[in-house]
């Protein structure tokens, strides 16, 4: 990560502008979000468990993107991942602002974020990807996730991708 970005746990302060952000990538390339998810509940329920994180450019203070630890029991419950990677923790709403996409930050998003996974004491990271989403996908293959399985959640088709934290 370079010095003019910042990645830090989100507080209330920024519930909206992160839910702004969440809700301006709904209908673009590759994004499966709509007006009923993520919203105010799924920021509340992060926010609530110290387990939302932003990066902010320096010195604006501009939002760059977030991303959370979820806590998802129907994720948690697939058959696919790894029964030896425990324990484990979920990363979910990784969303990354429209004019700073293209630029690597989704996986400065992802990277900072296993830091602090593995600094809690976690041994292993799950997430799910949309088949369709193409760049999403490149990055986890960048950053070494391997495909647990596939499964099919909330009407959408997802790969099950899944990385030991070391």
Request: charged share 30%; glycine share 4%.
């Amino acid at each position: 990560m370079n010095d003019n970005m910042e990645f830090r746990r989100a507080n209330r302060e920024e519930a909206e502008e992160i839910l702004q952000l969440y809700r301006s990538l709904i209908g673009t390339e590759y994004c499966v979000w709509t007006e009923n998810y993520p919203t105010e509940r799924e920021v509340e329920f992060d926010l609530s468990r110290d387990a939302l994180f932003c990066l902010r450019e320096k010195p604006s203070g501009r939002l760059i993107g977030a991303i959370s630890i979820d806590d998802d029991p129907n994720v948690k419950a697939l058959p696919c991942w790894s029964e030896e990677l425990v324990p484990v923790a979920e990363l979910s709403r990784l969303g990354v602002a429209t004019e700073y996409q293209n630029r690597g930050i989704a996986r400065i998003l992802l990277r900072e974020a296993m830091v602090e996974l593995k600094e809690q004491g976690y041994r292993a990271v799950h997430i799910l990807v949309a088949k369709d989403n193409v760049k999403a996908l490149h990055s986890y293959e960048k950053l070494h996730f391997t495909t647990a399985g596939e499964c099919e959640l909330y009407d959408h088709a997802y790969w099950c991708y899944e990385k030991e934290l070391r």
